[in-house]
């Protein structure tokens, strides 16, 4: 069978190795946050933090995956995804963030590996998605160079327990976002701000992630080892050479300065001057430990930035021009849906010679659902990543490599410093009831997925199916 949607996009155009995916990260969905011995972590205790956020939401309970991660799994395999991407939680493994280990933290992912397998489904694990252990912060979180050492004894751990089942993984989340939102902006947990705790914040982190990807690769030679980026396409807002010179600073902070010293091509400085602050926290050998060969690159886009010149903002002398303040469209995040970023940021991806393979390893969009006798019709959401896969499958018609898309993300879950009010879920949660409802997205992801698959027709099991057929054929 075959199923032809969004005007000709159908699976096999993506070839038979593409891999399909759907992530997630432990705090957004786990809840559980004491269980069974776990630790706390530095967002346990950020989102008890007066005003820090939307409406004092926190992840104690989340999507409850912790006690209902089969049922969940179970929804990932009725969805015909056959990649599932999750993060471990430090503090659940080692609550104290080094020594001892809690072995409920080890069954626990043992029991989500173990179901994904049993279920037909790949798991991919990333170590580390911004929940570091609380006793970690309070020595100096990630301004202090002993993280390097903290993190390679938690890399170890994981590589020892799951290295025998699990076959890709990443060591680190968007590097960019947990520093310069945890340590530089103060907006996510620890809650630091300022060049004094993020300039070494950044250091440590590189360093962390090159650590992370020699152990796992010297410990489990044949997984498929990578680590994920941010990054948003950007563009000047005039292009008068103020504007222009400003995009290219913020293109450096958001797109560059994590990727190209680990590529060995060092700390882009030159079109940030204010990254030479970096060389106080350089030790003798940085250079070369900086670097390392990962098997993938995790590209991660959602929208694109407008920048401009701003002589106020201090170290990058540059604005956003909001996406609401231009007449464009956008999510309930306030990103512009702007499909042609991810495609520019796989040509930038690309264009760096010693990457090996590109997965988009996060896409997806937020917008406001209204839940209507047991439907979700979410219009926005479906385009929106039909749109996206159109422009990834454009990059792959140009040689480029782009192989495979994990959806950002299962079921609507616990985002950040925004709470539970943005939804970005495939599958709609009620909060209250913990009650699960595939949304119109999910069903076409599904119907997606189990067409080109050669399998027989997906089943939908679903109040809407007659209107997701209709909506697919018309598109
Ligand atoms: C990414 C992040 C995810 C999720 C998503 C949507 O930056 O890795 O945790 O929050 O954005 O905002």
């Known amino acids: 069978m075959e199923t032809e949607v969004g005007g000709g996009l159908n699976r096999d155009l ?36 007066k005003n820090k956020i939307l409406n004092g939401h926190h992840g104690r309970i989340a999507c409850d995956f912790y006690m209902r991660h089969q049922e969940d799994l179970a929804l990932v395999k009725k969805l015909n995804i056959p990649n599932f991407r999750f993060s471990t939680s430090w503090s659940r493994i080692l609550p104290e963030g080094t020594g001892t280990v809690n072995q409920k933290g080890i069954d626990f992912y043992n029991r989500i590996i173990d179901t994904c397998l049993e279920n037909g489904t790949d798991p991919w694990l990333t170590l580390y998605h911004w929940d570091l252990p609380l006793a970690l912060e309070k020595k100096g979180g990630w301004t202090n160079r002993d993280v390097i050492s903290w993190f390679a004894e938690f890399t170890e751990i994981c590589a020892k327990h799951f290295g025998d089942r699990v076959k890709h993984w990443m060591v680190m989340n968007e590097p960019m976002v947990f520093t310069g939102a945890g340590y530089f902006l103060g907006v996510h947990a620890p809650g630091r701000t300022g060049a004094k705790n993020f300039i070494p914040a950044v250091h440590h982190t590189v360093l962390s992630i090159s650590e992370g990807g020699r152990i796992l690769k010297d410990m489990l030679p044949a997984a498929e080892v990578g680590t994920t980026f941010s990054c948003s396409y950007i563009e000047p807002y005039t292009k008068r050479p103020k504007d222009v010179n400003a995009a290219n600073r913020i293109d450096t902070l958001l797109n560059r300065m994590f990727i190209e010293p680990i590529l060995g091509l060092g700390y882009p400085e030159k079109d940030l001057p204010f990254l030479k602050k970096i060389g106080r926290y350089m030790h003798p050998g940085d250079e070369d430990k900086m670097v390392f060969d990962f098997d993938f690159i995790g590209v991660q886009n959602y929208t694109r930035e407008i920048v401009r010149n701003s002589f106020i903002t201090p170290y990058v002398q540059a604005s956003l021009v909001k996406a609401r303040n231009r007449n464009v469209p956008y999510t309930s995040m306030g990103w512009e849906v702007f499909p042609e970023s991810i495609y520019e940021m796989i040509r930038k991806f690309n264009a760096y010679k010693n990457i090996k393979k590109i997965y988009i390893t996060e896409n997806g969009a937020a917008f406001t659902d209204h839940l209507v006798d047991g439907a979700v019709d979410d219009v926005d959401r479906t385009n929106y990543i039909k749109d996206n896969l159109k422009q990834v499958l454009r990059a792959r018609n140009e040689g480029l490599s782009a192989e495979g898309y994990f959806v950002w993300t299962l079921t609507d879950n616990f985002e950040w410093s925004e709470g539970y009010h943005p939804r970005f879920g495939l599958v709609h949660v009620d909060f209250e009831t913990q009650q699960r409802t595939i949304k119109l997205s999910g069903h076409w992801y599904s119907g997606f997925l189990g067409g080109a698959n050669d399998q027989a027709a997906p089943d939908l099991n679903c109040e809407n199916s007659t209107l997701i057929s209709s909506i697919a054929s018309k598109s």
């Open 14 to 49: 993506f070839g038979k190795n593409f891999k399909w995916g759907v992530s997630t990260a432990a705090y957004q969905i786990e809840g559980s946050h004491d269980k069974d011995g776990k630790g706390s972590s530095i967002w346990d205790t950020y989102t008890e933090r």
